[in-house]
């Protein structure tokens, strides 16, 4: 739930943060540790994670740890370009009414997930995929 709430935040840009408080040194070493040399370094916190917003390798990334300093997930935007095939081919033929307006690639322990937002005139949609196995519907939006 909180993993689902964090890629949330970061994914489809409500990223406000309630209750602030101090990172942990613990959480701080290990993400020193995990991206040396990381810059535009900025962090926020609520009681459940700490979110850490960064550049690491000319990419813009996001990184959520859990209050024991455990990585729960790294999120980056990535262009059309860099979906495996089968999903850029997925959307093509199945969402052809609709333009993307977000999509990003979540590492976890447990691999790596595609979420992507379209849009047309009637509405939005948000759809994520694990690996190459299509898309599945995660929210859908009327204007």
Known sequence: MILALAIMAVTFGSTAMAHEKEIDKHIQQRFNKEFAGAADVRWSSNDQYA???????????YAYY???????????????????????????????EYWITKICEV?????????????????????????????ELTRKEAK
Do not use: C
């Not at 979110?51 to 990334?61: C, D, G």
């Not at 691999?111 to 299509?134: F, P």
């Open 51 to 61: 979110q850490v917003e960064f550049t690491y390798n000319n990419m813009r990334l």
């Open 66 to 96: 859990n209050n024991q300093g455990e990585t729960l997930a790294v999120i980056r935007n990535i262009y059309f370009s860099s979906v495996p095939l089968a999903l850029q081919f997925d959307l093509k033929k199945n969402y052809k």
């Open 107 to 135: 590492t976890t322990k447990d691999g790596t997930q595609y979420r992507v937002t379209l849009e047309n005139a009637d509405g939005t949609m948000q759809l994520h995929s694990n690996g190459n196995d299509g898309w």
